[in-house]
């Protein structure tokens, strides 16, 4: 057990009663535990499987469907739950998978039955998002086909890719060192190596005159990635769940947890076989290993008796800007907010000497109760943010108000946000170094009339980004950066956790935060 994310808000729109669809219902039996793994041959490791397998299997559904998931830890040492990511969970707030947000992560020898329905189609994935535990491998691919989409006539085959980066230690190693004063400036472990599908060298059979829709996951901790397919555009017609007017890429860049959907047409010819890269965006490494390939490399096969060429060196690292996409629905931008919520961001030391996220000057630290259950045992007091406690920066919406979040990034790392329960309108992103929002001084002229909608956006060093979404999905919705070593680990091995009460657990007085988590104290001036 331990808190999602210190970098993090929770938001909180008043919970309603919500419709249920009928339609298939899939069902999956997870048996979660360790397996041994050495997906990039150097290094044979201890790995969070499913079911004895690692990559873990992935999850498939229709738009409507049901899903059950029943999920048994037998991991023995470790807690865990799972999150899915992008869904909105629209009426099953419960089922979003963050321990101590909206519920207990399961411990140990224990089952937790996941239950929710579908009704939006795309390309996810899912993950533990319990403690920063994902790294060590429990994460796959979630396909929601779509019966409708108004590409199903464009392609002939569609294929999932994940792109992710690796780690020889486990997360239970190094999270402790990195969030400790033996590391002061907060630096990221750098990955050993980069994988697809989990693996490298992988051969991707295809045939001659034909269209793929290749469906690829940022499924990694850290590190944002190029991609590119030598010889092949890519022709990008979804991002994060969401359909856009076809776009033509020759490279794309996906931060962590990001999604990209894109055709690529085959040539006509089997005389060769083509490499496609990627290569994790080193400027987010403290420092660069001389051993560290960070780049993998996978082939379109076109025919297995050909060779298999090493890719060509590329100069320049200019990838396609997502801010250009149009959404295929033609979504005009949300007229003005009813509420706006400006958050800068920083990295500080705090009096135990390591180094912390901060959103606003608040740094997160899981509340004692998770924050659903606050919400649900507070009555009236549930739409008062502070029962929610002083280190979750809770915010409280009202059901339908269009909210407009400004982030600042006042540090100069990339951070990925991404937004449980909604997607978002991208209104602006600012170029490295422009400084906070009111620096830059954007004006509506600014936006597009019809923007990108995502649930994940990086935001460059110094620079700022607006989003606008409509608070149309009541429950408790985290706000994080997706970089999991921004996620905070707090093994929490007490169960012992109530169900009822504020942030502090006090279920008699919910304005009284006394005893409530706390992060370490401020170092003192100077
Ligand atoms: C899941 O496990 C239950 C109980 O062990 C069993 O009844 C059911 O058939 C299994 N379902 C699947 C899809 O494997
Ligand atoms: C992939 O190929 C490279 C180059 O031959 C090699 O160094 C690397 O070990 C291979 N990876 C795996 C997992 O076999
Ligand atoms: C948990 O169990 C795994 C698998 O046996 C082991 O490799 C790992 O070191 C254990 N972790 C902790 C924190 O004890
Ligand atoms: C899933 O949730 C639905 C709606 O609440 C309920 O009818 C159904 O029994 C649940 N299924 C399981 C397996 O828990
Ligand atoms: C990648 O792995 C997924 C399973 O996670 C599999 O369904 C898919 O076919 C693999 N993709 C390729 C291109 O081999
Ligand atoms: C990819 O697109 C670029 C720019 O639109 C174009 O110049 C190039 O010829 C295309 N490459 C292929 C292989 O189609
Ligand atoms: C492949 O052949 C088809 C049919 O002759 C043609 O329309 C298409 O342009 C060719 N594709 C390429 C990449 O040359
Ligand atoms: C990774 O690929 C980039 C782009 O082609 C190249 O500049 C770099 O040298 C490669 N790095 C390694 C370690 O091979
Ligand atoms: C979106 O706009 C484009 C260009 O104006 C138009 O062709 C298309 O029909 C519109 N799509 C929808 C779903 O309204
Ligand atoms: C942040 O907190 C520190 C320590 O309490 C304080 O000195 C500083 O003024 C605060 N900054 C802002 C922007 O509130
Ligand atoms: C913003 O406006 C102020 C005052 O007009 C001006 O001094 C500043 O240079 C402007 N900043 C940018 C980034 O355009
Ligand atoms: C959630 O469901 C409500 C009621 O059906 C609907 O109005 C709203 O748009 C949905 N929100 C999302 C994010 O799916």
């Known amino acids: 057990m331990s808190p999602p994310s210190r970098f993090?808000?929770?938001?909180?729109?008043?919970?309603?009663?919500?419709?249920?669809?009928?339609?298939?219902?899939?069902?999956?039996?997870?048996?979660?535990?360790?397996?041994?793994?050495?997906?990039?041959?150097?290094?044979?490791?201890?790995?969070?499987?499913?079911?004895?397998?690692?990559?873990i299997p992935r999850i498939e559904?229709?738009?409507?469907d049901n899903v059950i998931i029943y999920a048994t830890n037998q991991l023995g040492n470790q807690s865990t739950s799972l999150h899915f990511h992008g869904l909105f969970m629209n009426g099953t707030t419960h089922m979003d998978g963050p321990a101590q947000v909206s519920q207990c992560g399961i411990p140990p020898g224990s089952s937790f039955t996941y239950n929710?329905?579908?009704?939006?189609?795309?390309?996810?994935?899912?993950?533990?998002?319990?403690?920063?535990?994902?790294?060590?491998?429990?994460?796959?691919?979630?396909?929601?086909?779509?019966?409708?989409?108004?590409?199903?006539?464009?392609?002939?085959?569609?294929?999932?890719?994940?792109?992710?980066?690796?780690?020889?230690?486990?997360?239970?190693?190094?999270?402790?060192?990195?969030?400790?004063?033996?590391?002061?400036?907060?630096?990221e472990?750098?990955?050993?190596?980069?994988?697809?599908?989990?693996?490298?060298?992988?051969?991707?059979?295809?045939?001659?005159?034909?269209?793929?829709?290749?469906?690829?996951?940022?499924?990694?901790?850290?590190?944002?990635?190029?991609?590119?397919?030598?010889?092949?555009?890519?022709?990008?017609?979804?991002?994060?769940?969401?359909y856009h007017h076809p776009a033509v890429a020759e490279m794309i860049y996906i931060a962590a947890s990001q999604r990209c959907s894109f055709l690529i047409t085959t040539k006509n010819e089997t005389t060769a076989n083509y490499a496609f890269v990627a290569s994790m965006d080193t400027t987010l490494f403290d420092t660069l290993p001389a051993d560290l390939n960070y780049n993998v490399t996978g082939w379109l096969t076109y025919n297995d008796k050909e060779s298999f060429p090493e890719p060509a060196l590329v100069d320049e690292l200019d990838p396609f800007d997502d801010m250009t996409l149009v959404p295929y629905d033609n979504q005009t931008i949300f007229g003005e907010p009813d509420k706006i919520i400006e958050l800068d961001v920083i990295m500080d030391n705090l009096n135990d000497g390591a180094n912390y996220a901060f959103f606003n000057n608040i740094t997160y630290k899981a509340p004692k109760v998770p924050t659903l259950y606050t919400a649900l045992s507070a009555g009236e007091l549930a739409t008062d943010a502070s029962v929610y406690g002083t280190y979750t920066h809770a915010f409280v919406l009202e059901k339908g108000e269009v909210v407009q979040i400004i982030v600042n990034n006042l540090d100069t790392g990339r951070h990925p946000f991404h937004l449980h329960g909604h997607h978002f309108q991208a209104l602006y992103r600012s170029e490295e170094e422009a400084g906070t929002f009111e620096d830059a001084n954007v004006t509506s002229a600014d936006y597009p009339?019809?923007?990108?909608?995502?649930?994940?956006?990086?935001?460059?060093?110094?620079g700022n980004i607006v989003l606008r979404f409509r608070a149309d999905n009541p429950g408790i919705w985290l706000f994080h950066c997706h970089i999991e070593w921004h996620?905070?680990?707090?093994?929490?091995?007490?169960?012992?956790?109530?169900?009822?009460?504020?942030?502090?657990?006090?279920t008699v007085d919910y304005t009284n935060l006394k005893g409530e988590n706390k992060?370490?104290?401020?170092?003192?001036?100077?």
């Open 8 to 55: 993090a808000v929770a938001l909180i729109s008043a919970l309603a009663s919500l419709q249920v669809t009928t339609a298939a219902t899939v069902t999956y039996n997870f048996t979660i535990g360790w397996v041994t793994a050495n997906p990039d041959g150097a290094f044979e490791r201890p790995t969070i499987g499913i079911n004895g397998q690692w990559p």
């Open 61 to 64: 559904a229709n738009t409507g």
């Open 116 to 187: 929710f329905t579908i009704n939006q189609p795309g390309t996810y994935w899912y993950h533990s998002h319990t403690g920063g535990q994902y790294p060590d491998g429990l994460r796959g691919p979630l396909i929601v086909h779509d019966p409708d989409s108004p590409f199903l006539d464009q392609y002939d085959e569609e294929l999932i890719l994940t792109v992710s980066d690796w780690y020889h230690e486990q997360m239970a190693v190094m999270l402790p060192a990195f969030n400790s004063k033996g590391n002061p400036t907060g630096a």
């Open 189 to 242: 472990p750098v990955p050993q190596a980069a994988l697809f599908n989990e693996t490298q060298n992988l051969t991707v059979a295809v045939e001659p005159g034909k269209t793929y829709l290749f469906r690829m996951i940022n499924i990694g901790a850290f590190a944002g990635q190029y991609i590119w397919f030598e010889g092949h555009n890519m022709t990008i017609v979804e991002v994060d769940g969401v």
């Open 449 to 462: 009339a019809i923007p990108m909608r995502r649930d994940t956006l990086v935001l460059y060093p110094d």
């Open 487 to 506: 996620n905070h680990l707090d093994v929490c091995a007490s169960q012992n956790i109530a169900t009822t009460g504020n942030a502090a657990g006090n």
């Open 519 to 526: 992060p370490p104290g401020r170092l003192p001036d100077g």
